[in-house]
């Protein structure tokens, strides 16, 4: 069984930081491997809107985030939990997401190279495999799995 990555995409309205530059910004969160409570780290995207407060999280339009163990820019320590026989829990507001936007949690297997935190072509497909938690607006909710076998991921779920 691969682990996954924690990846948060949001589209909740809001305005950019005053300098533009993304810092690392911790989030509490319960971690069954930390055994409790546990600061990660997230940081979005340069120019885009990303707060924290506690265990909440807040983004705006077109940013991303990976959850960290350590507030750091290598893979490494990007949160990796085997979520066989585990849960994951969260609470989300989608009331201003409307239509054509879309708010989502997705497990990655990033590996640095085919799938990793650098920005896509619009057109392209990220070729890791990927399950899609939520991926939802404020009038629709969906799941979906992305396997990847021998180098080629499905393009349907």
Not at 32 to 58: A, I, R
Request: hydrophobic content about 35%; charged content about 20%; aromatic content about 12%.
């Amino acid at each position: 069984m691969n682990k996954f990555t924690s990846t948060l995409i949001a589209t909740i309205a809001a305005t950019a930081a005053a300098d533009g530059h993304a810092t690392y910004m911790p989030l509490e969160i319960y971690s069954p491997y930390y055994e409790g409570d546990f600061t990660f780290w997230v940081k979005g995207l340069d120019n885009q809107c990303l707060k924290t407060e506690g265990s909440t999280l807040n983004m705006a339009q077109n940013n991303r985030t990976w959850i960290r163990d350590r507030a750091l820019d290598d893979l490494y320590w990007v949160y990796h939990h085997n979520f066989l026989g585990g849960t994951m829990e969260f609470d989300v507001d989608l009331s201003e997401v409307d239509c054509a936007s879309a708010s989502g949690v997705y497990l990655v297997e990033a590996d640095g190279d085919k799938c990793s935190y650098a920005p896509k072509e619009g057109d392209s497909t990220p070729q890791c495999s990927r399950i899609e938690i939520m991926e939802a607006n404020k009038l629709g909710f969906n799941v979906a799995s992305f396997p990847c076998l021998f180098e080629q991921c499905e393009p349907n779920s």
